[in-house]
C-alpha cells in the first residue's frame, strides 16, 4: 500500500467539527496503530511515512494538529518542523526516544508545542493532543472597541507598551509588527503580560500554558521563554521585556 493508499483509508469520513491529526513517522505499526485509537476517539487521521512527503501537505491542507518523530528517513522531524515554522504556525507534538534529551531540547527551542517520550502510552498522547487542541481553540471575541484594549478576564485585547496580544486571533504585534507564536508561547507570554512586573514560576507558566494536570519539566517552559526571546529580537534586537529572576521564575517589563 503506497503512501496515498495509506492516508485514504485512515482519514475517516467527519463532519466541519471534527478534529484532523497528521501523524508522520517511518513506523508503519506506529502509524496503524495510532490512527486507529484517534479514530476511535472521534478524529480523523492523516498519516504520512516521512518528513519529506508530509511537508508540503501539512502546508497546502494543514490539519489542526500534528505528532512527528524525530528519527526519519529522507527528512527527519527536526528538519520538517523547521521548515514547516518558515510558514506555519501549526500545533506539534514530537515523539522522542528516551536517549534523545538533547533532541527535545532542540525541538522545543524550534518550535515543537509538546514532546511525548517513547514508549508512550496511547492515553497520555490523547490527553496531551486534547490539551493542546484546546488551548489553540479560538476564544470568545468581544467588540474592537478602544476602551476594550485591556486586560479583561474573558480574554480581550492586552496591550502592554510596545506589546499587543489579541488572543481571540491569535495575534501577537510588537511595536505593530507581528510576531508568529505557537499555541504554548502564546499562552505563557499571555500568563507573563497580564500581570507586568509580577514574577510567574517555572510551575505557574507550565499550568498557564499545560492544563488538564499535565506534567512537563522545567527545561520545557525554558526552551519556551528562549524561543519566544529569539521571535522577539528579530523584530528588535534590544529586546528585555521577558527577565529572569534566577531561582524564582520570570516576569515581563512594559517599561
Excluded: C
Amino acid at each position: 500500500m503506497d503512501n496515498a493508499e495509506l492516508n485514504d483509508s485512515a482519514q475517516i469520513h467527519s463532519d466541519e467539527a471534527q478534529r484532523t491529526i497528521a501523524l508522520v513517522d517511518d513506523d508503519r505499526n506506529i502509524l496503524t496503530t495510532l490512527s486507529i485509537a484517534l479514530q476511535a476517539e472521534g478524529f480523523a487521521t492523516r498519516v504520512y511515512s516521512d518528513g519529506e512527503a508530509a511537508l508540503g501537505a501539512l502546508l497546502d491542507n494543514p490539519p489542526d494538529l500534528a505528532v512527528f518523530d524525530i528519527k526519519m528517513p529522507r527528512m527527519d522531524g527536526m528538519e520538517l518542523l523547521q521548515k514547516l515554522r518558515e510558514k506555519s504556525m501549526l500545533p506539534v507534538i514530537f515523539l522522542t526516544s528516551k536517549d534523545e534529551e538533547q533532541d527535545e531540547a532542540a525541538g522545543l527551542a524550534m518550535g515543537a508545542d509538546d514532546y511525548i517520550g517513547k514508549p508512550f502510552s496511547q492515553r497520555l498522547l490523547l490527553a496531551r493532543i486534547r490539551a493542546i487542541l484546546r488551548r489553540a481553540a479560538p476564544r470568545a471575541e468581544g467588540s474592537a472597541t478602544l476602551a476594550e484594549e485591556t486586560e479583561t478576564p474573558q480574554g480581550g485585547i492586552i496591550v502592554r507598551g510596545r506589546l499587543k496580544m489579541d488572543p481571540a486571533r491569535h495575534q501577537v504585534t510588537w511595536d505593530a509588527k507581528p510576531v508568529g507564536l505557537t499555541v504554548t508561547e502564546f499562552l505563557i507570554l499571555e500568563a507573563l503580560a497580564q500581570r507586568p512586573g509580577v514574577i510567574k514560576s517555572r510551575n505557574q507558566l507550565m499550568d498557564a500554558a499545560y492544563p488538564d494536570d499535565i506534567f512537563v519539566d522545567d527545561r520545557t517552559v525554558d526552551s519556551h521563554i528562549k524561543r519566544l526571546r529569539r521571535k522577539f529580537r528579530v523584530i528588535d534586537n534590544e529586546f528585555g521585556a521577558i527577565e529572569t529572576l534566577y531561582g524564582a521564575g520570570y516576569s515581563f517589563t512594559d517599561g
